[in-house]
């Protein structure tokens, strides 16, 4: 498990709607394959409902992901959009996890918030708790990295993601040492 004990590794509900302010920020988008159903505002010019399976659907222009954080999905979007090279992921910052590996390879730049996010609940209410987690955004795209670059978000932005270091994880590592 790559979370404290205190948190859950799905989540009661997989619809956290993104903060409009963050999509005034880096939008506008083309599509919004994760949209939720009946949300209160426009992420994208398109957008595809879990009734419309996103994932299986054809992915066109510039996208926006806020896919579900079930750490049993959230890997299959992200490499998709990796696939796809032209979108902003907002995901939180499971730096460790397996599925955040397509952003270490292939993303053109991150973005690590200073600040937890408040999602939004469907009725556009804003969530009276934080994320539960760090939260970063994931440019895929020169023009996306430039974007996130000139949003004016604060956090500490990563421009270059050259690996360092092996393969093997810390706890291999350490217990090689020994």
Known sequence: MTIGSHQRT????????TPP???HRLGPFDL????????????????????????SQ???GRVWLNPPFDRYQVGRWIGKLAEHGNGI???HARTEAD????IWERADAILFLADRLHFHTIDGKRQPANSGAP????????????QLAACGLPGFFVTSTSRVGGQQSLR???LAHE
């Open 135 to 146: 939260i970063v955004l994931a440019a895929f795209g020169e023009a996306n990295a430039m």
């Open 21 to 23: 302010f963050i999509i």
């Open 10 to 17: 799905v989540g009661k509900s997989q619809t956290h709607l």
């Open 32 to 55: 919004d394959p994760c949209a939720a159903l009946g949300q209160p505002w426009a992420t994208a010019k398109r957008h595809f409902t879990i009734e419309d399976d996103g994932l």
């Open 99 to 102: 599925w955040f590996r397509p």
């Open 58 to 60: 054809p992915w066109g």
């Open 89 to 91: 992921c907002l995901v």
């Open 172 to 174: 291999e590592m350490e």
